[in-house]
Structure formats: C-alpha cells, structure tokens
C-alpha cells in the first residue's frame, strides 16, 4: 500500500526514488538487449551462418550490456540507501521533536519501551518501504498496458 503522508513528510527522498527507478529501467532494458544478442548468436550458430566478426561483434556487445548492468546495479543500491537514509533521519527527527513536545508526560500516551521499539524498529522498516517497495510499485504500473 502507497502512503502519500510519508512522501509528503520527506520530499527530498523523491529525487533519489526517481533515480532509482531510472536505474532499474535501464537495466530492465539492458537485460533486454542481452537476451535480444544471445538469441541472435544462437539462432546463427544453430543455422552455421555466424561468422567470427560477428561472434566478437556479440561478444563485445554483451561485454558491454554487462558493465552497464553492473554501473546501474551499483546505482539502484546507492539510490536506494540515499532515500531510505534520507527517510530515516526525518522521521527519527520528527519522533523527538514529539517526545520532547510531549515532556515528561509521553508516558500516559506510550511507555518507554514502546517508543524506543518504534523509533528504532519501526523507522527502520522505512528502508525496505522507499528504498525498494516504493521504486518496484511505480515500475509495476509503469509496466501496465494503457
């Protein structure tokens, strides 16, 4: 389920989710072109019509696609990090704020504990929300036809 109040509370984690799913097209397209290539080889070698031009041809394309795909792997993941670390610090912010607002009388509305479990369990939850299930949901819709 998207929350539209925790991308409001951290806009600054948009440009990296965006960036993220930017990442993940261009390896989805990469993977595209490696597939595309491999079949391509196969079919000519199969009907004995690739020539050795043509195998390093594929080989240098494939060698190619590969380093890419790596690069875009590497910037998903930093991608990645960045918005959840970004989403972190404001909700973890915004948790003291309200603790101290509240004083000593947070303990009629939660224990100690309970605060404690969620600003430190709860918050990190957030990494896997905007650092993958936020990027993977806007790909999923993209993929849709219209």
């Not at 020539?51 to 696609?65: D, F, H, P, Q, R």
């Not at 912010?93 to 947070?106: A, C, P, S, V």
């Not at 404690?116 to 949901?137: H, I």
């Amino acid at each position: 389920m998207f929350d539209k109040r925790l991308m409001a509370m951290c806009p600054e984690s948009k440009k990296y989710i965006v960036g993220n799913i930017i990442c993940q097209w261009v390896e989805l397209m990469m993977n595209a072109v490696m597939i595309f290539v491999i079949a391509n080889a196969v079919g000519k070698l199969y009907r004995k019509e690739m020539t050795v031009n043509e195998m390093l041809i594929s080989l240098a394309i494939l060698a190619g696609v590969l380093i890419v795909r790596f690069v875009m792997t590497k910037k998903t993941t930093q991608m990645s990090y960045r918005a959840s670390k970004t989403v972190k610090r404001v909700m973890r912010e915004q948790i003291y704020k309200k603790i101290l607002k509240l004083g000593n009388t947070y303990r009629e509305h939660a224990t100690t504990a309970e605060l404690v479990q969620e600003s430190v369990e709860g918050v990190e939850q957030l990494e896997s929300y905007f650092g993958q299930y936020v990027p993977q949901l806007v790909l999923h819709l993209r993929e849709k036809p219209l």
